[in-house]
């Protein structure tokens, strides 16, 4: 009831903020009727009219004190008083409209790329993942050098199910999406996930229609069911909630839907997953059949259990675990447990964090220019403070005068700069490479929206208080040229931290443009112009076994073989410069005549089986030997040729060819026949992994062949070959998909993530050059200007022209030097943290700090240079004169 | 007018004011402080510069509603009168007040 009647008087007070005119004559007019009746009252009793007019005058008291009081009540003062400051600040804004321009378009690049770089990293770097209880979630398994990533066995992952302490509810699924096709009318290849029935409960996933799997699900030969993501089910399905409990055709086979995914859902890998299907997990059936089989492995850990509480509980079974591993490899798996938040995002925070880092830079050279702008005008405003100060005005109502027009100034660029982060967000998530952004992540939400805003609210208090907090000098009342105190370190300091800043910000651009032209220039082992790639994958269901892979492509590459104007032709199941690759461990590398390699695993070594011309179409130089010949497909011959990274460890030195070899404890000794050059197989960046090559041949039933790379070297156009590559396979098998690229292509998009680092950091750097530019240029032309006078006269006294350039600069030099020494330090230790980002690029570089210093050098330059030559041809009778 | 009177304090006069209110029907401000210096007999002294800002209060609070009229001098006045909610507000402050001074009273007597 209280609160009803206090809300009430709050809206009638809110409401006396407007009609005051009329509201201040109605007191006046209650007022004087009051006074008159007192009036007549004396009188009756008796008064003489003087008396009576005095006595009811000084019974009332003072009139405008009651009226001063009757108004703080009838309205809201504070509120009041803000609305006039308001009133005010925009007034004086719009009395200077380039001050104003300048300011607010300062503070909207600031904010606005701010803003727009936080909604792209505030997943990443801020928040947990979007699972009810994402504290608890953990990713655990071991790792080893066959995978850096967390895994396990899926044989051992039974046995831990089944004996773990510190987890509530542990889950797997099958690593990577599995290709599967939705085999109805307009086929459709989607990515399906294998995972566990307690896959969605772990991670506390609740489908929005239908239900989650049963445990009998999960059990071998269940029928087949599924769960469909939200985006599938909008796309395909439209939307139907009777999806749930109709069968669809999966791979050819019935298999029925139980739910509909949560439009919010992520795969905890954050891989794409249009289709969850049941995992099935037999213990004894996996260590018979498949004892390798992969899982990524999650969990939910006890409420207060720490990581290194459930790594220490696990450590039992991670050490029986350990007996199944080959003793030489034991000290190279380790058990690990980490929070799945780590997990998602460990890869790509520094990457984050310095994007957030340059423009939080920016920012800072914003907001510096702003309180640069603010002081300097301060310092012309002084009169009128220490008017307003004499009239009354307390100190803390002026600062709270100016912080209101400086907060006006943070909120008008707040306002712009949101407009500008939404446009910002669009053109990045528009260049931005897919593994860089994630789109459903990165969108101007509330979030984004309440830290522009929170930034800019910020940013008019920081860059307000410091004039604000200047007290008016009372000599400023003479009117006298009281402007001596803007002269003080406080500008000169500003300029010196955005030198520094745009200094670190510049050095960083340097180095990851000189990594973009390292990387640009790198050999790639290949040549690859004119390469048109085909990849070309078989559904399983269609091609289940090896043999039916093998002739499928046999009879490709027959008909290829007809198409006019390839140079060309070759087959592989996998190609550089990055991709999966078959691989094995070094250690299970075996030398007819040698001992094994005993010191643990050595590391991985990738293999790829290619047809004789792959060599030749791809242009990687034989360094020894010969390549395969069409005589090495048939059975019976075993040739291998070796990586020179890789004939160089296994030989080191010797001849390694005629050696004979075998990879694998079964595999059938393979003669080497060459060298070849080293390629690039682990992207542009990373150094290459020793390879080796086998002959692609006709018929081999021990591996699966499910995808081919088909190489073709041609002048043709792309869209040409394309098509006809199109054509032949379609002639084959209409259902099969044929992904066409160019190898140019397929470089270029390895390229993406670094030019996309290195385009957002140079406009960073662009900007923050530009304003710091700006604001030595408004300090040293500022200076120039309060001291024209003093100029003048010392020229009349015969001061040389030079001798004033060194009065207007000289203070300039020395905080300009400070600048920069901060700079160069602080771009040292920039690049040094980012030095893992960057590409062959020795820690300190100093080509690119120097380039950073010089050009942060011209542009000062630059920017003294216009007001330095006002100040040398000033006319000492003008400035004489001058005011 | 003299110094030995008592100033009204804020919370009473508004209970002061409803009170007369509620009594004489609308009333202008000077009515009302007439009144209430009258009922003390002259003990209280109303001070206008909180009588006003007090009645503007309770209308914002929705205790009262103001009207310009004609007074029987023929002088335009504001009229305050009590709205229903004020009536309500007038019992519960009333009450209170008498419980209140109740307490005071045998509090004081008990220690005297």
């Known amino acids: 009831m209280m609160k009803v009647t206090t809300l009430r008087a709050w809206f009638a007070r809110l409401g006396g903020l407007f009609g005051k005119e009329r509201r201040d004559r109605e007191l006046a007019e209650e007022m004087e009727s009051h006074l008159q009746m007192h009036i007549e009252d004396n009188l009756r009793a008796g008064m003489s009219p003087e008396e009576a007019r005095r006595q009811a005058l000084i019974r009332m008291g003072g009139v405008e004190q009651v009226k001063e009081t009757y108004r703080d009540r009838r309205g809201i003062p504070w509120l009041e008083s803000l609305l006039q400051d308001l009133r005010f600040g925009l007034r004086m804004l719009r009395k200077n409209p380039g001050f104003a321009a300048v300011a607010v378009i300062t503070l909207a690049l600031g904010i606005g790329g701010t803003t727009s770089v936080f909604s792209i990293v505030d997943r990443t770097l801020f928040r947990e993942p979007p699972y009810p209880n994402a504290d608890r979630l953990v990713s655990f398994g071991v790792v080893a050098p066959i995978e850096p990533r967390e895994f396990m066995l899926a044989p051992e992952y039974v046995v831990w199910r089944a004996h773990q302490t510190p987890f509530e509810a542990m889950t797997s699924m099958m690593p990577g999406g599995a290709g599967c096709d939705l085999t109805e009318q307009n086929a459709v290849h989607l990515t399906c996930a294998l995972v566990e029935p307690t896959f969605l409960p772990t991670l506390g996933v609740q489908p929005i229609l239908g239900r989650n ?45 139980v739910g509909v995914l949560p439009e919010t859902f992520e795969m905890p890998t954050l891989g794409q997953a249009d289709l969850l299907i049941p995992e099935t997990l037999d213990e004894g059936a996996l260590r018979r059949d498949n004892p390798i089989t992969i899982l990524r492995t999650f969990a939910k850990l006890k409420p207060n259990v720490t990581t290194a509480q459930a790594s220490s509980a696990l450590q039992p079974l991670f050490q029986d675990s350990l007996q199944y591993v080959p003793a030489q490899f034991r000290n190279e798996v380790r058990l690990s447990v980490r929070s799945l938040r780590d997990y998602q995002t460990r890869d790509v925070r520094l990457r984050s964090w310095m994007l957030f880092g340059a423009v939080l830079a920016v920012l800072l050279v914003a907001c510096a220019n702003v309180a640069s702008l603010l002081l300097a005008r301060a310092a012309n405003r002084q009169g009128e403070m220490a008017v307003r100060a004499a009239l009354g005005a307390s100190g803390a109502r002026l600062v709270r005068q100016t912080l209101t027009e400086s907060l006006l100034l943070g909120v008008m660029g707040g306002a712009i700069g949101c407009w500008l982060a939404y446009e910002l967000v669009r053109l990045f998530t528009s260049i931005a490479p897919g593994s860089a952004v994630h789109p459903q992540q990165a969108a101007l939400n509330l979030r984004a929206v309440s830290f522009a805003a929170g930034t800019s609210l910020f940013c008019g208090f920081f860059f307000g208080l410091v004039p604000a907090l200047r007290r008016p000098a009372p000599q400023s009342l003479t009117g006298q040229d009281a402007r001596t105190t803007s002269r003080g370190p406080l500008r000169h300091a500003l300029v010196a931290s955005q030198i520094a800043v745009s200094l670190v910000l510049l050095a960083c651009t340097a180095l990851f443009l000189q990594s973009l032209w390292n990387l640009q220039r790198a050999p790639l082992g290949l040549d690859a112009e004119n ?5 070309i994958t078989l559904a399983p269901y269609r091609y289940p076994q090896a043999a039916r892979q093998l002739e499928f492509f046999s009879e490709l590459e027959m008909r290829l073989r007809q198409i006019p104007g390839v140079s060309s032709l070759a087959l592989s199941d996998s190609l550089p410069p990055s991709g999966p690759m078959r691989a094995t461990i070094y250690a299970r590398i075996e030398i007819a005549g040698r001992a094994p390699f005993a010191a643990g695993t050595g590391g991985m070594v990738g293999w790829r089986a290619v047809t004789p011309e792959y060599f030749f179409a791809l242009r990687i130089p034989m360094l020894r030997g010969r390549a395969f010949t069409e005589d090495d497909r048939a059975p019976g011959h075993d040739p291998i040729i070796l990586s020179d990274s890789l004939a160089r460890r296994l030989f080191a030195g010797e001849n390694p060819l005629g050696h004979s070899l075998r990879f694998g404890l079964q595999g059938p000794w393979r003669i080497v026949v060459g060298v070849a050059a080293n390629v690039k197989n682990n992207g542009l960046e990373a150094q290459a992994d020793p390879e080796f090559y086998i002959p692609w041949k006709q018929d081999e039933a021990e591996t699966s062949y499910r995808t081919a790379y088909i190489v073709l070297r041609t002048p043709l156009s792309p869209e040409t070959i394309a098509t006809w590559v199109r054509t032949e396979v379609a002639s084959l098998d209409t259902t099969v998909p044929v992904p066409v690229a160019t190898m140019g292509q397929r470089v270029g998009k390895l390229m993406q993530v670094p030019r996309f680092n290195a385009v957002l950091l140079s406009l960073f750097a662009a900007v923050a050059v530009v304003l710091s530019a700006i604001g030595i240029y408004g300090v040293v032309g500022f200076l120039v200007n309060e001291r024209t006078r003093e100029i003048g006269i010392r020229m009349a006294l015969g001061a040389t022209p030079r001798a004033v350039l060194a009065l207007v600069l000289g203070s300039m030099i020395a905080w300009t030097t400070a600048g920069a020494l901060a700079g160069v330090l602080g771009g040292w230790f920039a690049s040094r943290l980012l030095r893992s980002l960057v590409f062959q690029i020795r820690a300190h570089d100093l080509w690119a700090i120097g380039a950073a210093v010089a050009l942060q050098f011209v542009t000062v330059l630059l920017a003294c240079w216009i007001p330095a030559r006002r100040a040398m041809r000033v006319d000492p009778m003008v400035a004489l004169r001058y005011e | 007018m003299t110094a030995d009177k008592k100033d009204v304090w804020q919370g009473t006069l508004a209970l002061m004011a409803l009170k007369t209110l509620e009594m004489l029907g609308p009333l202008h401000g000077y009515g009302i402080a007439r009144r209430i210096e009258q009922t003390s007999g002259d003990l209280l002294a109303v001070n206008y510069g909180t009588l006003y800002p007090a009645l503007l209060k309770l209308e914002q609070e929705g205790y009262i509603s103001s009207e310009w009229g004609v007074s029987d001098n023929n002088r335009r006045a504001k009229y305050y009168k009590l709205t229903r909610a004020g009536r309500k507000q007038l019992e519960r402050e009333a009450r209170d007040w008498v419980q209140t001074t109740a307490i005071l009273a045998r509090f004081l007597e008990s220690s005297g």
């Open chain 1, 213 to 257: 799997f049963t445990h009998e699900q999960g059990l071998p030969h269940a029928p087949r069911v599924a769960l469909v993501s939200y985006g599938l089910w909008r796309a395909r399905f439209g939307g139907d909630p009777s999806i749930v409990g109709r069968s669809i055709s999966l791979d050819g086979q019935p298999t029925l839907v």
């Open chain 1, 531 to 535: 390469l048109e790639i085909a990849q």
